[in-house]
T-cell receptor
Framework: RKEVEQDPGPFNVPEGATVAFNCTYSNSASQSFFWYRQDCRKEPKLLMSVYSSGNEDGRFTAQLNRASQYISLLIRDSKLSDSATYLC???????????FGTGTRLQVFP | EPEVTQTPSHQVTQMGQEVILRCVPISNHLYFYWYRQILGQKVEFLVSFYNNEISEKSEIFDDQFSVERPDGSNFTLKIRSTKLEDSAMYFCAGRTGNSGNTIYFGEGSWLTVV
């Protein structure tokens, strides 16, 4: 199993829509989790950390299910500016490195 | 907001040439990293650096690669003899000493080996 696995998309949604991305992870990437956003040919930028109890930041909600080794990101009321690639990222125990998924491409259209 | 800055933003080099990519981390950062992203692929960890030595490296980081922070400011990645497959975006990153602290990425250096 890949360490962090995502559906590459693309997800094409209209403005105002709600969209959800899923991500699965293996035991080697199972300490901490994050969602990063990456615009084309730019650096990854932290969107939010993912906590076991689930967490929300404005229009963004992240969920973690350790039993199923599954992470999700929900975006409500999509904006044109949300168009980007969303990277699911894990880190493993006793190491400092981040383990990236291949990313899910989101395109929001007017 | 403080930034991690990288130079050059883009470099084209001939196969077999040496390349040095430079990074100026945020001043209070203690942990430094290099990641790379081949076009269309995922971001991959190369190396982490703390207290002036490598703390971890990936299988990608072979003898052709080296890192140093000679003057306490610039953090460099050297590729001794570039190969075509080294063409990628190279990201420098850093964080403070607090466990779980956010890792900040630079804007990247795009390396093209021809």
């Amino acid at each position: 199993r890949k360490e962090v696995e995502q559906d590459p998309g693309p997800f094409n949604v209209p403005e105002g829509a709600t969209v959800a991305f899923n991500c699965t992870y293996s035991n080697s990437a199972s300490q901490s989790f994050f969602w990063y956003r990456q615009d084309c040919r730019k650096e990854p930028k932290l969107l939010m950390s993912v906590y076991s109890s689930g967490n929300e930041d404005g229009r963004f909600t992240a969920q973690l299910n350790r039993a199923s080794q599954y992470i999700s990101l929900l975006i409500r009321d999509s904006k044109l500016s949300d168009s980007a690639t969303y990277l699911c990222v894990g880190s493993s125990y006793n190491t400092d490195k981040l383990i990236f998924g291949t990313g899910t491409r989101l395109q929001v259209f007017p | 907001e403080p930034e991690v800055t990288q130079t050059p933003s883009h470099q084209v080099t001939q196969m077999g040439q040496e390349v040095i990519l430079r990074c100026v981390p945020i001043s209070n950062h203690l942990y430094f990293y290099w990641y790379r992203q081949i076009l269309g692929q995922k971001v991959e960890f190369l190396v982490s650096f703390y207290n002036n030595e490598i703390s971890e490296k990936s299988e990608i980081f072979d003898d052709q690669f080296s890192v140093e922070r000679p003057d306490g400011s610039n953090f460099t990645l050297k590729i001794r003899s570039t190969k075509l497959e080294d063409s990628a975006m190279y990201f420098c990153a850093g964080r403070t000493g607090n466990s779980g602290n956010t890792i900040y990425f630079g804007e990247g250096s795009w390396l093209t080996v021809v």
